[in-house]
């Protein structure tokens, strides 16, 4: 039986933690976008041994589920090393590496899809590499990682619900912390997924429409 | 070789473009250049014809640094040629090339791609930089495209933009790598006629050409290269008319089965 007064009701909890979603989005794409161009470029033009390390790293943070990530920098790090971070920060870090990884990928390949040539003519024109990379490369590399970069913020934005389980207060915390004292477990989970979804499904077609228009300028 | 005799242009002057036994490899051991020697003196068209995979592009390559080789020099107005760092790029700036697959910038118009060479390497400031730019477009047969993009050109339209994108850093010489060669057929002729213009007001160009009307009509000198060596080199008549050998007969012979 659905009770909806239990489900219009969870509304304000829910959302008093959207504050708290939306921040570590946030901070944790625009952190992921510095990182990830440093990790892209040293991957592309740096030495053999920084190119490795970084592809190992990268690897690590792909090859693993976000969950094992956050709990092992939780759980796990404190008993190596001696340092006690609170639940948000650890939260950030987490999902720093993780989507920078996943990033870095994006950004790596776009520079890498930059064919030859486009090098040729800007370094024939008397250009450095350096200028060659930020007027030729870099724009042409950015609208081709554009859509895909889209996407992985949608992801991102729902990989946040994650979090909840190192005791960050995000919404699908508030969600868990509803449930476990009202016991209207339809209720507030499903007043969850619309709230997830009233925020995601314009993300998505937003990443959509960056597709279409890529599409139509190449 | 008597370059006063051959040579009207070079007016016993020292050679624009010296290249002195040449010799470059790829990883792997493919020998692309095996002791090419090449002069080029200033206002002269050279063409340099030959089969594919003889090492004509690579030739050029080197000539402005892009390219790297393993033995021999190349000179550029009495100076060896350096491979990188400042040096290449100062000659990069003098050394005008266009390409075989245009590699117009994609995401800057006409106008901005000719621009980009003065503006971002020579330092000119916008204004200027883009009414040269305008002048150039005008000069290749191209006003009222300043804003289009390369995709919204065809391929005689992107090469000429090309070319006006060199000239715009003012070379002393222009390198010209089978700039034909990817054009539908009906594009051809637009893109000559400006590299033949241009030779008509005196640059000196190396230009490697499939193109044996344009280099009997425009070359001062033709240089056949094969598999990374120079066959024979003289002037167009002697070369298309007379070849001394068999191998540039040869070669003729297969570009025109007709003849």
Same mark, same amino acid.
């Given at each position: ?87 948000? &920060?650890?939260? !950030?870090?987490?999902? %720093?590496?993780?989507?920078? +990884?996943? #990033? /870095?990928?994006?950004?790596? $390949?776009? *520079? ?79 007043? &969850?997924?619309? !709230?997830?979804?009233? %925020?995601?499904?314009?993300? +998505?077609? #937003? /990443?959509?429409?960056?597709? $279409?228009? *890529?599409?139509?300028?190449? | ?259």
């Amino acid at each position: 039986m659905f009770d909806w007064p239990s489900f219009w009701e969870s509304f304000p909890v829910l959302l008093s933690g959207l504050g708290v979603t939306v921040e570590l989005a946030v901070v944790t794409m625009a952190g992921s976008l510095v990182v990830a161009t440093a990790m892209a470029l040293g991957r592309l033009y740096g030495s053999r041994p920084l190119a490795m390390a970084i592809g190992a790293w990268t690897d690590i943070w792909i090859a693993t589920p976000l969950m094992i990530q956050l709990y092992w920098l939780y759980y796990v790090m404190p008993s190596f090393v001696d340092l006690r971070l609170p639940g948000m &920060l650890i939260a !950030i870090l987490g999902l %720093l590496f993780n989507n920078s +990884a996943f #990033l /870095a990928e994006v950004f790596r $390949s776009a *520079i890498a899809s930059i064919r030859d040539g486009q090098w040729y003519a800007a370094r024939a024109l008397g250009m450095s590499e350096t200028r060659a990379f930020m007027r030729v490369i870099a724009p042409q590399a950015f609208s081709r990682a554009l859509p895909a970069t889209a996407n992985i913020w949608v992801e991102l934005f729902k990989n946040t619900s994650i979090v909840s389980t190192v005791a960050v207060t995000d919404i699908t915390f508030k969600a868990l912390e509803l449930r476990n004292d009202t016991f209207r477990t339809l209720e507030v989970l499903s007043a &969850l997924a619309l !709230i997830y979804l009233a %925020l995601g499904y314009p993300q +998505a077609k #937003l /990443a959509d429409w960056l597709y $279409s228009r *890529i599409k139509v300028r190449e | 070789m008597n370059a006063a005799a051959n040579r009207p242009k070079s007016l016993n002057r020292p050679p624009l473009i010296e290249i002195e036994r040449l010799e470059q490899s790829y990883p792997g051991g493919l020998r692309t250049l095996r002791g090419v020697s090449l002069l080029a003196y200033e206002g002269e068209v050279v063409c340099i014809i030959g089969p594919s995979g003889s090492g004509k592009s690579t030739l050029l390559r080197c000539v402005n640094a892009l390219q790297p080789f393993d033995a021999g020099r190349i000179a550029f107005d009495g100076r060896q040629i350096a491979h990188k760092g400042a040096a290449a790029r100062t000659l990069r700036r003098n050394i005008g090339m266009v390409f075989q697959s245009f590699e117009l910038f994609p995401h800057m118009n006409a106008l901005a791609n000719i621009a980009e060479g003065p503006r971002s390497v020579l330092g000119m400031p916008k204004r200027a930089a883009f009414e040269r730019a305008r002048g150039l477009l005008a000069k290749v047969g191209l006003a009222g495209k300043e804003s289009s993009l390369p995709a919204e050109l065809s391929g005689g339209q992107q090469q000429r933009v090309a070319i006006a994108r060199a000239l715009a850093m003012e070379p002393r010489a222009m390198l010209f790598d089978e700039v034909t060669s990817a054009l539908d057929p009906e594009t051809v002729g637009e893109v000559l006629l400006v590299m033949q213009q241009l030779a008509g007001e005196g640059m000196t160009m190396l230009v490697v050409t499939h193109e044996m009307s344009f280099a009997r009509r425009v070359a001062d000198w033709v240089v056949v290269l094969e598999a990374g060596e120079v066959v024979e080199e003289g002037p167009p008549k002697q070369i298309f008319d007379a070849p001394t050998s068999p191998r540039t007969r040869e070669f003729l012979r297969h570009l025109a089965p007709h003849g």
